[in-house]
């Protein structure tokens, strides 16, 4: 029985992670009593005497709890900033191609960040089959709710006085400096960042990501990208399908609860829809590194997990 240790379990991806991880008979969590999660000295004896290690931390702090590791056969799943980019850890996104085997093969897993995950999973493939070019200039705007935000927005935004500006959606990231871009750049093997638009409302749990492309912006034509998503995208993490609603909308929150993703494409010959749609808490988070661990057990990348049809 594999023993794995969550360093931040308080946090809400951490949360989310021991309750998916509370039923499994294939592990066993190793826990610290609230007076000890602090404390650097239980913290780095646990860090060691695990197999796995889930690091559910900013990212300053997880910078430090890697440098607590001394046993050489721990592993790690980071899920903060800091090791995105750092070419000594594998990216935790295993749809993309070569990744699963990489991670599959690595004591250092950096786990994707939410809206990274989406924007990755429709770009990444287009540019690696030349379908867009990597000097091609994007724009991404992604809407999510509440709890990707944490503990404090959670607090924030269920607030019985909270102000009445938190009813409507609310666009950050002003400045364009995303703490997710750069991975969004690396992994797409962009030669530029995109323009990205985040967007928070009033829901808790959901996330749409979009990318428009002018047909001028594309090698080919809209089916043949949807034709490359088919092929590449129909496992039951990640799948391609057109899941618009009779109405021909599409809900951000329609896939809460899940740990699947669903990649689609809208529009015409012209102006194209790339859309990705996924629970911010779920492939976008915690149930991406649930992935992660399954795929460094040799397991069922799907144990644990809960996927629509």
């Known amino acids: 029985m594999k023993k794995i240790f969550i360093d931040g379990s308080a946090g809400t991806t951490g949360l989310k992670i021991v309750e998916r ?18 404390d650097i000295n239980a913290r780095k004896d646990a860090l060691n005497s695990c197999d796995i290690s889930f690091l559910c931390l900013p990212d300053q702090a997880a910078i430090e709890a890697v440098s607590l590791i001394e046993n050489p056969n721990a592993k790690v799943i980071d899920t903060s900033t800091a090791h995105r980019v750092n070419s000594e850890w594998a990216y935790g996104f295993p749809e993309l191609s070569g990744k699963r085997e990489i991670i599959k093969n690595s004591s250092r897993i950096a786990n994707p960040g939410c809206h990274a995950s989406g924007f990755i999973a429709l770009i990444a493939p287009l540019v690696e089959n030349k379908v867009i070019s990597e000097d091609v200039l994007l ?12 503990k404090k927005m959670i607090a924030e935004y269920e607030s019985a006085d909270r102000p009445s500006l938190f009813d409507a959606p609310r666009q950050y990231a002003l400045t364009q400096k995303h703490k997710h871009l750069p991975e969004m ?12 638009c985040p967007i928070v409302s009033d829901y808790d749990r959901g996330m749409e990501v979009t990318v428009p492309l002018f047909k001028q912006d594309i090698n080919g034509s809209v089916e043949d990208i949807k ?12 799948k391609y399908k057109e899941s618009a609603d009779e109405s021909g909308l599409l809900s951000a929150s329609s896939m ?33 590194a649930i992935q992660n661990m399954n795929i460094l057990l040799g397991v069922d990348e799907t144990t644990g997990l809960n996927l629509g049809e």
Do not use: H, W
């Not at 705007?141 to 935000?149: L, R």
């Not at 689609?264 to 010959?269: M, P, T």
């Open 185 to 196: 750049t690396a992994l797409c093997k962009l030669k530029n960042q995109p323009i990205f």
């Open 139 to 150: 724009t991404s705007f992604s809407i999510t709710g509440y709890t990707g935000g944490g």
């Open 21 to 38: 991880l509370s039923n499994r008979k294939d592990i066993e969590l190793i826990t610290l009593s609230e007076d000890l999660r602090k």
């Open 227 to 238: 034709n490359l998503y088919n092929s590449l995208y129909n496992g039951k993490i990640v």
């Open 256 to 288: 809460r609860g899940r740990d699947d993703m669903e990649i689609s494409v809208f529009g015409n010959e012209d102006r194209i829809l790339l859309v990705s749609r996924f629970d911010n808490l779920g492939k976008g988070a915690s149930g991406s």
